[in-house]
């Protein structure tokens, strides 16, 4: 299994440009996640799905969008990029079983907006 | 919505002393507190989780204990080495459906 895959590991976006950052699972997880990491900051929650075809806000949601038309895919789209959207972006995703269960991370994308 | 509070921002310990992280939360429905280590350019990964309905939990060198009434959990890792360097992360959630993380610890094992 790969896990959790991010696509791309870098990228440099100019102010209003928008890009989607993708994710996938292998591992026939239900819930995906989307976060953002600033310098001495926690991860903050931008979107989540419980599932194909159900998403939810989390924290941060403002400037951003999400679909999930599989199980296995999760993408994240920035319509009109802004320089408060530089930041490192986790994807991550775990399964649904009775309780709650470890989340497992992709290894991030990192978006640099000037 | 929670709020996960995580104290200290930086630690550093000499090899094989003990390291201690500690969190409060303030939701008290929140049952579920995993912590995540994060090494430099690398996503995060789970380290050791506890539920609310346990006091303390083991793994090898690493323990998680939590306080319900207080609200607080706490990290320790014991016999630290050079290898235990790096970013730990705490979190809680009530459902699993929103996951709150603490402002990370830079912890530095020196040799």
């Known amino acids: 299994n790969a896990g959790v895959t991010q696509t791309p590991k870098f990228r440099i976006l100019k102010i209003g440009q928008s890009m989607t950052l993708q994710c996938t699972q292998d591992?026939?997880?239900?819930?995906m996640y989307w976060y953002r990491q600033d310098p001495g900051m926690g991860l903050k929650l931008i979107y989540y799905s419980v599932g194909a075809g159900i998403t939810d806000k989390g924290e941060v949601p403002n400037g951003y969008n999400v679909s999930r038309s599989t199980t296995e895919d999760f993408p994240l789209r920035l319509e009109l990029a802004a320089p408060s959207q530089t930041s490192v972006y986790f994807c991550?995703?775990?399964?649904?079983?009775?309780?709650?269960?470890?989340?497992?991370f992709g290894p991030g994308t990192r978006l640099t907006v000037t | 919505g929670e709020n996960v509070e995580q104290h200290p921002s930086t630690l550093s310990v000499q090899e094989g002393d003990s390291a201690v992280i500690k969190c409060t939360y303030s939701?008290?429905?929140?049952?579920?507190f995993p912590w995540y280590k994060q090494e430099l350019g690398k996503g995060p990964q789970l380290i050791i989780d506890?539920?609310?309905?346990?006091g303390e939990k083991k793994d090898q060198r690493i323990a998680v204990t939590l306080n319900k009434t207080a609200k607080h959990f706490s990290l320790h890792i014991t016999e630290t080495q050079p290898e235990d360097s790096a970013v730990y992360f705490c979190a809680a959630t009530v459902t699993g459906n929103q996951f709150y993380f603490g402002t990370g610890t830079s912890l530095t094992v020196i040799p």
């Open positions: 506890i539920r609310s309905n346990v």
């Open positions: 991550a995703s775990r399964k649904t079983l009775t309780g709650i269960h470890e989340q497992y």
């Open positions: 939701d008290s429905a929140s049952n579920y």
């Open positions: 591992m026939n997880h239900n819930y």
